[in-house]
T-cell receptor
């Protein structure tokens, strides 16, 4: 079965700094989703990547997909307190309309 | 626009009691519906998914069951709760194989 590993598991950065979260798959990626979750709340969809080399942006968040490395990265520029939360990557498991998720990266932004 | 609802928001139940969590979607027809569980410190685990009324696929053998009595209604049930059933339960919908959108979640504590 496909597994996703996120790194780091937690991250504390000072407001205004840049940061990167990685998501590595054990198998070929057919589609990679990034979500954000505030504690105790549902997941908010950020963006979806489907093609190798694809890059998408949502406000100050940019995600890239490296198909050969079976990896995606999420980059936040000039972090703000509103970026704090848990970031989860999810992958379409063998194109079966089912998602498997990484364990999440907890992001804390210090003022 | 589409909206997804879950209730209750929070539930505290004794071991051995029954469970019924409800999820409803508005603004779309024939969605794929999903139940996930998020245990403390762990990622999301897919429990059940449904591609149509009465069609339920179980991903993980366990103490829970799911039903879809109407097109936009998805119910998660248990006859007798276990301590290990505690967690955060999330419902999601998708239009076919497209992006999954999540509800606000139900926090279940089994004592």
């Amino acid at each position: 079965s496909q597994e996703l590993e996120q790194s780091p598991q937690s991250l504390i950065v000072q407001e205004g700094k840049n940061l990167t979260i990685n998501c590595t798959s054990s198998k070929t990626l057919y589609g990679l989703y990034w979500y954000k979750q505030k504690y105790g709340e549902g997941l908010i969809f950020l963006m979806m990547l489907q093609k190798g080399g694809e890059e998408k942006s949502h406000e100050k968040i940019t995600a890239k997909l490296d198909e050969k490395k079976q990896q995606s990265s999420l980059h936040i520029t000039a972090s703000q307190p509103s970026h704090a939360g848990i970031y989860l990557c999810g992958a379409d498991s063998q194109g079966a309309q089912k998602l498997v998720f990484g364990q999440g990266t907890r992001l804390t932004i210090n003022p | 626009s589409q909206t997804i609802h879950q209730w209750p928001a929070t539930l505290v139940q004794p071991v051995g009691s029954p469970l019924s969590l409800e999820c409803t979607v508005e603004g779309t027809s024939n969605p794929n519906l999903y139940w996930y569980r998020q245990a403390a410190g762990r990622g999301l685990q897919l429990l059940f998914y449904s591609v149509g009324i009465g069609q339920i696929s179980s991903e993980v053998p366990q103490n829970l069951s799911a039903s879809r009595p109407q097109d936009r209604q998805f119910i998660l049930s248990s006859k007798k709760l276990l301590l290990s059933d505690s967690g955060f339960y999330l419902c999601a919908w998708a239009a076919g194989g497209e992006t999954q959108y999540f509800g606000p979640g139900t926090r279940l504590l089994v004592l």
